[in-house]
């Protein structure tokens, strides 16, 4: 039973009060999620039964094996679309082979996740900053759209660049079927108005079951509206893809790109749902359950499967609280693949193509963005960045920029980290100011306070600002406290200016203090004969530290008439 309730952790224990609930949001789900993945099978490139067959195997494999009672596990718009722009130049779009290396790739991720797990690498979903992720999310949203204008009015032609599909439009828009457009703007006003009016209703099910048989009864296929055709009936044969060794390195950054859109997206989201009901979640738990439903994905000949935000609100909006609501959806799945592909055929393409110029629409996150603009102005333009060069460069290219990005947003928030002298108010309370040449706390006296740890990028930052604020005080300076208390860790290369940093205190007569530093880090200071110097600077007493708890306590000492 301890073996069944690790495995089965979005399951167990199972309610009585709410198993009812996660039936019917899996029914919900499948409903809405059932168009969703056979559009997303428009972005990938492959057949619209992959995109049924991310909804089976996957889904019950992290169903069984995840952590989280609420992340839906399915086909996604974000890694559908990095797929296509790495596999499009390896192979015909669509072709078995081009299938082959889609179901190779998401093998690769499989394994990828699982060393993801074993080195304990879940927190690397931290160093995607949101920022940039709704940057990135924002490009992949306009490329998808503008990818489906030629779909929308059913011409061919324009490949993945966005300006040749622009420029394929205006070109194919004299010669375009006039019920094509009847059928993209009849589907597309459908679904708005339900999101609106009724967003709990199923609205793209609604558009998808009306052109399916509006279809069959006009035979649209004879007034020059293509269709899908024929779609396999019956589930997917398991087994290895046809990939050859020597094409696996062709791959291997495609599914890096996968991978790091799948730990930071998925792992968000659980986040966010295990905070919000007060549950346990552990993200190298559910770095297993994705990498076995990728495995899953794999094996079934489909392709790369990620945590879904959206479908994970569908869910949650509908009352599903377990793992229960993937499994009720994976048997309306089932029965759907082994019943009703034959009237799926008679679906025209032009309807998945305004399904999917939705999903891109909706990705484009212009809340966020004006989020981001009023209150810090330059990562709005870091996010603009990561747009654009998803948009007119590349997915893959994107996912670098984005990630190149968050790390130099990283750095620079440690490389300029909040300083500040520290001053009496009138009530004899201590407060900081910005850091400016001149400020002092008290005649006499400098309080610095320094809010991140020291390391190499930062110590010249940390040193000039002492020296600066030293050299510009007036009356000069007899006693500079560094307020400590968040610094947590020290690097060679910081050691060694704080050592030049007294040194050059002392040579100016600057008693140097320190006060607030923890434990940790005052053995640090020992042993890189820190403590030595700093108790044996100009004017020190015999027997006299210069280091103290708490700040009341060097003033006592060096500045009592403060206190």
Same mark, same amino acid.
């Given at each position: $039973? ?11 224990? %199972? ?32 057949? +619209? ?8 195997? &996957? ?32 192979a015909p779009v669509g072709s078995a082979h081009y299938l082959a290396l889609a179901a190779a790739v998401a093998i690769l991720v499989a394994g990828l996740l ?19 992720? +709704? ?38 828009? !004299? ?7 009847? *059928? ?13 009016? $009724? ?28 269709i899908v055709g024929n779609i396999p009936m019956g589930l997917p044969s398991l087994g290895l893809p046809a990939v050859e060794w020597s094409e696996i390195p ?92 034959? !009237? ?27 989020? *981001? ?26 996912? +670098?920029?984005?990630? $190149? ?18 001053? !009496? ?6 407060? !900081?100011?910005?850091?400016? &040449?001149g400020s002092v706390s008290a005649p006499g006296l400098i309080i610095y306070r320094f809010s991140r740890d020291l390391f190499y990028a930062n110590a010249t930052?940390?040193?000039?600002? *002492? ?35 007294? $040194?050059? %205190? ?53 500045? &009592?008439?403060? *206190?």
């Open positions: $039973m301890k073996k069944l309730s690790r495995l089965c952790q979005g399951i167990l224990p %199972l309610k009585r009060s709410t198993i009812g609930n996660d039936l019917v949001a899996g029914m919900v789900l499948a409903a809405i999620g059932i168009p969703e993945v056979m559009g997303y099978t428009k972005i990938a490139g492959t057949p +619209i039964a992959t995109g049924l067959y991310t909804l089976l195997l &996957p889904a019950v494999m992290f169903a069984i094996l995840g952590s989280s009672r609420h992340l839906v596990v399915a086909a996604d718009s974000a890694t559908a679309a990095i797929l296509a722009a790495g596999l499009s130049g390896l699982l060393l993801a797990r074993l080195f304990r690498l879940g927190f690397l979903a931290d160093f995607l900053s949101r920022t940039v992720l +709704i940057g990135f999310l924002t490009g992949v949203g306009i490329q998808v759209a503008i990818g489906q204008l030629p779909g929308l009015l059913d011409l061919q032609g324009g490949g993945r660049d966005p300006i040749a599909q622009i420029l394929a439009v205006a070109r194919g828009l !004299p010669h375009v079927n006039p019920l094509t457009i009847g *059928i993209s703007g009849a589907v597309s006003i459908t679904i708005l108005v339900f999101d609106k009016l $009724m967003p709990k209703f199923p609205g793209a099910l609604l558009a998808v079951v009306g052109s399916i048989i509006a279809s069959w009864l006009f035979d649209f296929a004879s007034r020059g509206v293509s062709q791959i291997v950054g495609i599914a890096l790109s996968c991978w790091i859109v799948i730990i930071a997206q998925s792992a968000a989201t659980s986040r966010a749902y295990a905070f919000r009901y007060h549950e346990s979640f552990n993200e190298n738990t559910d770095l297993e359950g994705l990498a076995v439903a990728n495995l899953a994905a794999g094996l079934s000949g489909t392709f790369v499967v990620n945590g879904s935000p959206t479908k994970t609100e569908i869910v949650n909006t509908a009352g599903g609280r377990s793992q229960v609501a993937q499994l009720s959806m994976v048997a309306v799945v089932l029965a759907v693949i082994l019943f009703l592909t034959r !009237p799926i055929g008679y679906l025209p393409n032009p309807v998945l193509a305004a399904i999917v110029f939705l999903i891109g629409l909706r990705l484009v996150d212009l809340r966020g963005l004006r989020g *981001i603009y009023r209150t810090h102005r330059e990562e709005f333009y870091l996010a603009i960045v990561t747009a654009a060069t998803v948009v007119f460069v590349g997915v893959k290219e994107g996912i +670098i920029v984005a990630v $190149m990005l968050s790390l130099i947003l990283h750095v620079r928030h440690s490389y300029r980290p909040h300083s500040a002298v520290i001053v !009496p108010d009138g009530d004899r309370f201590w407060q !900081p100011i910005p850091v400016c &040449p930052f940390f040193a000039e600002e *002492i020296e600066s604020l030293a050299k510009s005080a007036e009356p000069p300076i007899k006693c500079l406290i560094l307020e400590a208390r968040a610094i947590t860790g020290i690097d060679y290369s910081a050691s060694l200016t704080i050592r030049d940093v007294v $040194m050059e %205190l002392s040579s100016q007569d600057i008693t140097f203090v320190v006060s607030g530093l923890s434990p940790d880090v005052k053995r640090q200071f020992d042993r890189d004969g820190l403590t030595d110097l700093i108790d044996s600077g100009g004017g020190a007493a015999p027997g006299e530290t210069r280091f103290f708890n708490h700040l009341e306590d060097a003033l006592a000492v060096f500045h &009592p008439e403060r *206190i």
